[in-house]
């Protein structure tokens, strides 16, 4: 693993996601093996999406109901 992450913002996505987000040994382990022939390395964090949507246009720009105020 290299330097890791920051812990500010570390602190900054657990509050944004909650309990979307973990650093959990067991849940990051699994979400590092892959196809290719590198041993697996396990990410500093996971955070889950809730809904595809709001992970591409989080700010709803997309959208052409709403009013985009600026």
Same mark, same amino acid.
């Given at each position: 693993m290299?330097?890791?992450?920051?812990?500010?913002?570390?602190?900054?996505?657990?509050?944004?996601?909650? #309990?979307?987000?973990?650093?959990? /040994?067991?849940?990051?382990?699994?979400?590092? &093996? =892959?196809?290719?022939?590198? %041993?697996?390395?396990?990410? #500093?964090?996971?955070?889950?999406? /809730?809904?595809?949507?709001r992970?591409?246009? &989080? =700010?709803?720009?997309?959208? %052409?109901?709403?009013v985009?105020?600026?």
């Amino acid at each position: 693993m290299g330097q890791g992450l920051d812990q500010a913002f570390v602190a900054a996505l657990a509050t944004l996601l909650r #309990d979307r987000f973990t650093r959990s /040994r067991e849940v990051r382990e699994h979400h590092g &093996p =892959d196809e290719s022939h590198f %041993p697996p390395i396990a990410p #500093d964090a996971v955070a889950v999406m /809730r809904d595809i949507e709001r992970a591409l246009d &989080p =700010d709803d720009l997309l959208d %052409p109901g709403k009013v985009v105020v600026l």
